[in-house]
């Protein structure tokens, strides 16, 4: 089982600041990587797949990059309604793993 | 617009069954993989059951040979029957749609949640 590592565990950013997440896997999954939001209360929202694609009608302020083991995901300039747990998900090898989440609050 | 809509979910004993279901609008569950994920109360995500198209399905480990995934094509629903449950199944159930080109999942149900304690 492929293994995902996701630091910090909880950011505290300055609204306008950027936050950066990282995950890291613990074997090679190329470019297989998905980033989601968690709102309280709220379903996953898929935001990045393929490491860096945008998913539809997700803003520009969101971005990611890596492949291989590292990766991160980049939110330009922080605002409240990004305030949620972000997690990253491989879909390189059976099972489908997820990170254990990032929370993002505000500074 | 694509909905995914989770019911089914309540207290139940442990060793109890109990048969989620997800029904779907605005696209076609046959034409498309489908899946199921957990979130334990206040943890994180995990993986569960996907469904092919084909009809191919995966399990995770903690539910392999006690789940199962299946879909009703005339009602457009997705299923999970769950049996042999176990208090570390208590968590919110999602069903979710595999992405068009991707292994991953591009739109969500709300949820439903399942608790499993005596």
């Known amino acids: 089982e492929i293994v995902m590592t996701q630091s910090p565990a909880t950011l505290s950013v300055s609204p306008g600041e950027r936050a950066t997440l990282s995950c890291r896997a613990s074997?090679?999954?190329?470019?297989?990587l998905a980033w989601f939001q968690q709102k309280p209360g709220q379903a996953p929202r898929l935001l990045i797949f393929?490491?860096?694609t945008r998913a539809t009608g997700i803003p520009g302020g969101f971005s990611g990059s890596g492949s291989g083991t590292e990766f991160t995901l980049t939110i330009s300039s922080l605002q409240s309604e990004d305030v949620a747990v972000y997690y990253c998900?491989?879909?390189?090898?059976?099972?489908?793993?997820f990170g254990q989440g990032t929370k993002v609050e505000i500074k | 617009e694509v909905q995914l809509v989770e019911t089914g979910g309540g207290l139940i004993q442990p060793g109890g069954s109990l048969r989620l279901s997800c029904a779907a609008s605005?696209?076609?569950?046959?034409?498309?993989?489908m899946g199921w994920v957990r979130q334990a109360p206040g943890k994180g995500l995990e993986w569960v059951s996907v469904?092919?198209?084909?009809?191919?399905?995966y399990y995770a480990d903690s539910v392999k040979g006690r789940f199962t995934i299946s879909r009703d094509d005339s009602k457009n629903t997705l299923y999970v029957q769950m049996n042999s449950l176990r208090a570390e199944d208590t968590a919110v159930y999602y069903c979710?749609?595999?992405?068009?080109?991707?292994?991953?999942?591009?739109?969500w149900g709300q949820g439903t949640l399942v608790t499993v304690s005596s």
């Open positions: 605005g696209f076609t569950v046959s034409s498309n993989h």
């Open positions: 074997q090679n999954i190329g470019s297989n």
């Open positions: 979710a749609k595999r992405h068009s080109s991707d292994w991953t999942f591009d739109h």
């Open positions: 469904l092919y198209t084909g009809g191919t399905t």
């Open positions: 393929r490491a860096s």
């Open positions: 998900q491989q879909y390189k090898n059976w099972p489908l793993t």
